[in-house]
């Protein structure tokens, strides 16, 4: 057999030409040290901020403080196997979380893995935990009222979609149940609801839980974990997660709200993370940039263009105070970034007051921009008329002989601070708030005595839902047009003339 050289070439030429090596070049440092859920990790110079590393036993790294010679990494998972001398490679990614329509109705922990027992999250999609803010061209002025069905809320202190307001005060004062109130006022509706729990205990998180589900409302929630046993980057990671979870529905043209409970325990967090990363330490030792990281986080909530699709992310940050300290450095600090505070008093809570919402120190800095017209009409005055009432009854107290007029303002004070008085988890629709602020504040509970005021209510709501027209009037045109307010007055002194036979012939409970 007579071997031929040109044949010979042309097989190893068309060979060499299809030889194709498959490469994986990745950069791999070394643990320097590790200890208190940080690691220092060395020979990953072209690591990027907030960049995902992974170590042995399956953990996970986030790159915080990127050095001359190292890399100072916050670790997840079980940091304890980790030792000195073991490899860490770069995945050139930076953190991200799962998205999409699939976490609606689960309960997850910030990195994206279930804690309810329902099988793994079925989602492809994911999006970075942070993300820069639209800017100011790219947002539109916040005008659409965000109903919270409490009527305290609704009528003095408004919240739109795309405002950042602030839930503040001390412990047990009803800070979370202003904001799961809010979350169950959003059934039927086209909201989806993000409910961010940090540095909270197990059970409150599986009784919010079991609440949500309890009323339907999971279907549009995604309650997001990081329970207090968890170490303080877990705790960090929890509101940007969230965050990430809201924008995927925001950027898709829809309308999401986010509850932070509570960013005093994040700020914790990330104090115990930088001290740890031995950056420097500031005021009360939180790190120079804990304004920074808030800024950030609640920037992100806003209203976006119609040509951006008119989405819109709804912020409602909690914040715990220590008796009753607004001033305090992280309080302040929250206070500053956002668009108002809703200032809850643990004095009016225990006096009976739910919510215990202090009418002179809260605020909505959109204001009547994001309420309908209707409760603007009924609620123009209902703020002073409180914060009269509230500055005359500290003067009642005396004992002094009172005039006509200051005696007046006294009763009906005392009517209107009844009629707002909500029990948890009874979130009112805004047409019938409306009518109750309506007959408050035109004189039709003036001879009710004021503890049969939330039966006056109660009653007249099922008297007008039996008549149906008046709240259906409200509630499509969103305005309290002159003929509605005729026939609400009609019926106002036929319930009134009704209810006051009642009380006299002895049928009222």
Known sequence: MKLRPEEITAILKDRIKEFDVETDLSEVGTVLQVGDGIARIHGLENCVALERLELEHGVVGIAFNLEEDNVGTALFGRWQDVSEGEPARRTGEVMSVQVGEALLGRVVDPLGNPLDGLGPIETTERRPLEFK??????????????????????????????????????????????????????????????????????????????????AGAMEYTVVLSAPAQEAAPIKWMAPFAGCAIAEYFLYNGRHALCVYDDLSKHADAY????????????????????????????????????????????????????????????????????????????????????????????????????????????????????????????????????????????????????????????????EEQVVAIYAGINGYLDKIPVPQVPRFQDELRESLRTEGSTYESIRESGELTDEVEAALKKELDHFLQVFSVEETTGLAV
Not at 142 to 155: F, H, M, N, R, W
Not at 161 to 187: F, P, V, W, Y
Not at 317 to 333: F, H, K, L, R, V
């Open 271 to 430: 104090r115990q993370l930088s001290l740890l990363l031995r950056r420097p330490p500031g005021r009360e030792a939180f790190p120079g940039d804990v304004f920074y990281l808030h800024s950030r986080l609640l920037e992100r909530a806003c209203k976006l263009s119609d040509e951006l699709d008119g989405g819109s992310l709804t912020a409602l940050p909690i914040i715990e105070t220590q008796a009753g300290d607004i001033a305090a450095y992280i309080p302040t600090n929250v206070i500053s970034i956002t668009d108002g505070q809703i200032f809850l008093e643990s004095s009016l809570f225990y006096s009976g007051v739910r919510p215990a919402i202090n009418v002179g120190t809260s605020v909505s800095r959109v204001g009547g921009n994001a309420q309908t017209k209707a409760m603007k009409k009924v609620a123009g005055r209902l703020r002073l008329d409180l914060a009269q009432y509230r500055e005359l009854e500290a003067f009642a107290q005396f004992g002094s002989e009172l005039d006509q007029a200051t005696q007046q303002t006294l009763a009906r004070g005392e009517r209107m601070v009844a009629t707002l008085n909500q029990p948890q988890y009874q979130p009112w629709p805004f």
């Open 133 to 214: 803010a639209p800017g100011v061209i790219a947002r539109q002025p916040v005008k659409e009222p965000l109903q919270t069905g409490i009527k305290a809320i609704d009528s003095m202190i408004p919240i739109g979609r795309g405002q950042r307001e602030l839930i503040i005060g001390d412990r047990s004062t009803g800070k979370t149940a202003i904001a799961i109130d809010t979350i169950l006022n959003q059934r039927g509706g086209d909201v989806i609801c993000v409910y961010v729990a940090i540095g909270q205990k197990g059970s409150t998180v599986a009784q919010v839980v079991e609440k949500l589900r309890d």
